[in-house]
C-alpha cells in the first residue's frame, strides 16, 4: 500500500514538472528564445518524465537501439541550448522529438478527434488529409531503411491533397 502511495506521488510530482517544463519551454520560444527558460524547460521536461515512467524505463526509451538517431538530436538540442545557441538548439530538440514520440501522434490524434471543438477542426478536409497521412497507425515508426517518416509523410500529404 505504501509503495503504491509513493508511485502515485512521484507520478503527481512528474506530471508538474512536466507541465512546467513544457510552460517553460513555450514561454522561452515567445520571448524570442530566451536560454535561460529554454534550459530550465528542458531539465524540467527530462526530470519530469523520469518522475513519471521511472528512471530505468526513460533510460530504456531513450537508448532503445532504432531511437539513438532520435535521442541525439533530442539531447544533442537541450546539450546545445544549454552552452548557448538556443535557436539551433530548439531545431534539434524538435526534429529530435518528432522522431521519438512519433509513435505517439496517431493515438493523441485519434484522442483529440474526439473533443467536440477540436475534434471538427481536425475533420476539414485539408487538416483531415495532411493528419490521416502524417499520423496513420498504419505507417511504421522509422519508414524505410532508417529514413525519417515525420517530413516526407508531410511532403506526400501535400502533394496528395494539390492533386485532388
Known amino acids: 500500500m505504501l509503495c503504491a502511495c509513493v508511485h502515485l506521488c512521484l507520478s503527481e510530482i512528474g506530471m508538474g514538472l512536466t507541465g512546467f517544463g513544457v510552460f517553460f519551454l513555450f514561454f522561452g520560444m515567445i520571448l524570442f ?45 537541450v ?33 483529440i478527434r474526439r473533443i467536440p471543438i477540436l475534434g471538427s477542426i481536425l475533420n476539414l478536409p485539408f487538416i483531415s488529409a495532411c493528419s490521416g497521412k502524417m499520423f496513420s497507425p498504419s505507417c511504421p515508426p522509422g519508414g524505410e531503411k532508417g529514413v525519417g517518416v515525420f517530413p516526407w509523410q508531410l511532403v506526400v500529404a501535400l502533394l496528395s491533397f494539390t492533386n485532388v
Do not use: C, M
Open 33 to 77: 528564445f530566451d536560454k535561460a527558460l529554454l534550459a530550465i524547460g528542458n531539465i524540467l521536461f527530462v526530470a519530469g518524465l523520469a518522475f513519471v515512467i521511472g528512471l530505468e524505463r526513460t533510460f530504456r526509451f531513450f537508448f532503445q537501439k532504432h531511437k539513438l538517431k532520435a535521442t541525439s538530436f533530442f539531447l544533442g538540442g
Open 79 to 111: 546539450f546545445v541550448v544549454l552552452i548557448g545557441w538556443p535557436i539551433i538548439g530548439v531545431v534539434l530538440e524538435i526534429y529530435g522529438f518528432f522522431l521519438l514520440f512519433r509513435g505517439f501522434f496517431p493515438v493523441v490524434v485519434g484522442f
